[in-house]
């Protein structure tokens, strides 16, 4: 589905709320451009009304002007049957008016000359008597036509009123279904990421997933706030514009609507170049953010080992390309959007000028000023949605692009969440000539098989890559193994959901990883089920009263983002507290004591000696004194079983274990 319509799909979720908006600016568009019909009716009906023709009257009323001792009132304002005198005119010369006890044979190029009216059209002459009327006595001619007048700037200021009112409506309702848009599709990505399968992680930068979640959505939300409402905007000004030159003038009109192909012909190449832009632009955009997200995470590194100036290079040169490619569009904006829409007004006022001048103006055929007036003033708005579109190009472009972006990362192959539920396991674990490679055809794991019963402690020691983790990795379903199968009491685990078999197994990292909140949110990870009283005992459980003691808060104390205040026996505490609380079936310890103090170990050895009753334990260890009292060991080496027994066994049979024991205890000898 294309980008455009899977954007439209989401704002139909709000559809009440936008058509609402879509019905507050149709109103407020018709009362706005109501303003140049209501100014054209002013100047023609009323201000220029006083050259319609007059008639003596006898009746006395407020619409009757008298003049040289007798009354007179314009033809509009006679009621049906009330009797009219003789007919007179009062006609503008230049800046003076005059008043004619006649009517015109025809009208055209007016000049006065003692007391004269001479005019003149093509070959036709004619000649009137006229009088000059004075200040005080022109006022009264116009004192009939204030009244009308009054009303029609009233209508017009209550019109600007309503349009205000309801533009601020449809700015309010049309932001409001952004902004919904956009929880509901963050929501949606961030819903997504956590469907996503680990290994999409192995491939993709957090930086950049960031950046989708963010960035790119943040300008989608543009598209709904500010593009979208300045195309609804000017399609609908254009329409009524459009609507109300025709009724002026039909044949400029028909001119104007050149401007739509132009229009959109223009849109179509400056999409071509604007979008190949704006591709690069988020790609970069999330290239930083990737960046700088991994240069704050290493920042301890990058500064105990003196890097600052490789690293500021590298973002160096990312952020120059992003430069780059802004200048370039920024280039693309500045030399054609306001340039085109300054050409295109200029085009129309020439065939304006063209066609008033030409032909309008002449005395063959007479435009009223109030018409000239409208039509300059409809022609001066036409352009304001044209600039509204033409400027909201790049904002479209780069919409469009960050939603191509959101929606490619939405496309992404994800793991259904199942809600389905089993009573607790037993525990039994079996691998069954398993073989699993990160890449297709390169295997880590070879003919793996083993079986660990119920109750039992299964450690796992070999060399950096040897297979440990990947085993581990395989047992929590972050991958599925390519070869034979593992089954737990006998099902096979790929048959159950993955949420249904991790909900009976806990897992604490080498590097345990702690959340914002407290040392208790980081156990529970606020999990209703698991009260503070089971929280209090897995840590009580794993020894962390002791070490926690002295903290002000006790178990309340703050942690903040990955618990970068606490230290590494600490953060393991947590880490083991969050998964004995959880009262796991199966427990994986993945070298979990390898960064904890001798003390600390102590403590946790103690406690791991009741906390592995009832549950089957798997431990990677690279200290190999801590796993003296498994029931099974397992030696494995580039990704296959060499050797397998209890440590006495293994010892006796002196192969690599004992090898590898006896280089630790006598490094340790040696160090002692």
Not at 15 to 26: R, S
Not at 42 to 48: A, G, K, N, R, T
Not at 525 to 532: A, F, G, K, R, V
Not at 536 to 553: P, Q, S, Y
């Given at each position: 589905?294309?980008?455009g ?28 451009l ?8 002013i100047i ?7 050259e ?13 002007v ?26 503008q ?23 004269k009216?001479?005019?003149?059209k ?7 008597p ?6 005080p ?48 599709m ?15 992680f ?5 930086g ?25 905007t000017?399609a609908i000004?254009i ?14 009109a ?33 290239e930083?953010?990737?960046m700088?997200?991994?240069?704050i ?9 003196n ?27 500045a ?25 309008a103006?002449?005395?063959e ?19 304001q ?8 190009l790049?904002n ?9 972006r ?19 396991i ?6 069954e000539?398993?073989s ?15 079986e660990a019963?119920?109750g ?93 003691k ?11 983002e ?44 103690e ?15 690279h200290?190999?004194?801590t ?5 099974q ?18 010892m ?21």
């Amino acid at each position: 589905m294309k980008v455009g319509r899977r954007l439209i799909n989401y704002a139909l979720f709000y559809k009440k709320i936008i058509i609402a908006a879509l019905f507050m600016l149709t109103i407020s568009v018709v009362t706005d451009l109501a303003g140049p019909f209501i100014a054209k009716n002013i100047i023609d009906q009323h201000i220029l009304g006083i050259e319609s023709v007059w008639y003596e009257t006898a009746a006395k009323g407020d619409k009757a002007v008298s003049y040289n001792g007798t009354f007179y009132k314009r033809e509009k304002y006679f009621t049906k049957g009330e009797e009219k005198g003789e007919k007179v005119r009062i006609l503008q010369v230049g800046i003076k008016f005059v008043f004619i006890e006649d009517d015109l044979e025809f009208d055209g190029k007016r000049n006065l000359k003692d007391s004269k009216l001479f005019i003149s059209k093509g070959k036709k002459q004619a000649e009137y008597p006229a009088k000059i009327i004075k200040g005080p006595e022109l006022l009264a001619f116009y004192q009939p036509e204030i009244p009308g007048i009054f009303k029609l700037l009233a209508l017009y200021f209550g019109l600007l009123v309503v349009s205000a009112v309801f533009q601020y409506g449809e700015h309010f309702f049309l932001k409001k279904s952004a902004n919904r848009i956009i929880q509901k599709m963050r929501e949606d990505v961030f819903h997504h990421i956590q469907r996503l399968p680990v290994r999409y992680f192995d491939k993709l930068p957090a930086g950049k997933v960031v950046a989708r979640i963010t960035n790119d959505t943040e300008a989608i939300r543009e598209l709904y706030v500010t593009v979208l409402a300045a195309f609804f905007t000017s399609a609908i000004y254009i329409t009524g514009i459009y609507s109300a030159l025709f009724i002026l003038n039909a044949k400029l009109a028909a001119i104007c609507l050149l401007l739509l192909p132009i229009l959109y012909i223009w849109i179509l190449i400056y999409r071509k170049y604007a979008s190949r832009y704006n591709r690069v632009i988020r790609s970069r955009n999330s290239e930083i953010n990737a960046m700088v997200n991994e240069s704050i995470q290493g920042m301890n590194i990058i500064q105990a080992f003196n890097r600052e100036q490789e690293t500021m290079k590298d973002f160096e040169n990312l952020n120059h390309g992003h430069f780059t490619y802004q200048n370039k569009l920024l280039n693309l904006n500045a030399l054609t959007g306001h340039n085109l829409v300054g050409i295109l007004r200029n085009l129309v006022f020439v065939a304006f000028i063209w066609y008033f001048g030409g032909q309008a103006l002449s005395p063959e055929s007479v435009i009223s000023l109030g018409m000239l007036y409208a039509f300059v003033d409809y022609v001066n708005r036409l352009f304001q949605p044209v600039q509204g579109i033409v400027n909201q190009l790049a904002n479209l472009e780069t919409a469009l692009v960050a939603g191509e972006r959101v929606f490619k990362l939405m496309d992404e192959p994800g793991e259904n969440v199942s809600p389905e539920r089993i009573s607790r396991i037993k525990g039994n674990v079996t691998f069954e000539n398993v073989s699993f490679g990160y890449k297709d055809g390169e295997y880590v794991l070879k003919n793996i098989q083993f079986e660990a019963k119920p109750g039992e402690t299964v450690a796992l020691v070999g060399h950096t890559g040897s297979g440990k983790s990947s085993i581990m990795n395989l047992l929590f379903r972050y991958y599925d193994c390519q070869k034979g199968q593992i089954l737990i009491d006998g099902k096979d685990i790929e048959c159950i959901p993955r949420q249904t078999i991790r909900q009976h197994m806990g897992i604490v990292l080498q590097d345990p990883y702690l959340f914002t909140g407290t040392i208790s949110s980081n156990v529970s990870l606020n999990d209703p089920s698991i009260t503070s009283e089971k929280v209090e005992k897995a840590l009580r459980d794993v020894g962390a009263e002791k070490v926690f003691k002295n903290l002000e808060n006790g178990f309340d104390e703050p942690v903040i983002e990955k618990g970068s205040t606490l230290s590494s026996g600490q953060r393991q505490l947590i880490s083991f507290a969050r998964a004995l609380a959880f009262n796991p079936a199966i427990l994986i310890l993945d070298e979990a004591t390898s960064s904890i103090d001798t003390e600390t170990e102590a403590l946790i050895q103690e406690a791991m000696d009741v906390l592995k009753k009832g549950r089957t334990t798997f431990i990677i260890a690279h200290r190999l004194s801590t796993i003296r009292n498994a029931d099974q060991i397992l030696v494995l080496d580039r990704g296959t079983i060499v050797e397998r027994g209890t440590h006495d066994e293994l010892m006796a049979f002196k192969g690599k274990y004992y090898q590898m024991y006896e280089l630790q205890v006598g490094s340790t000898d040696m160090a002692g």
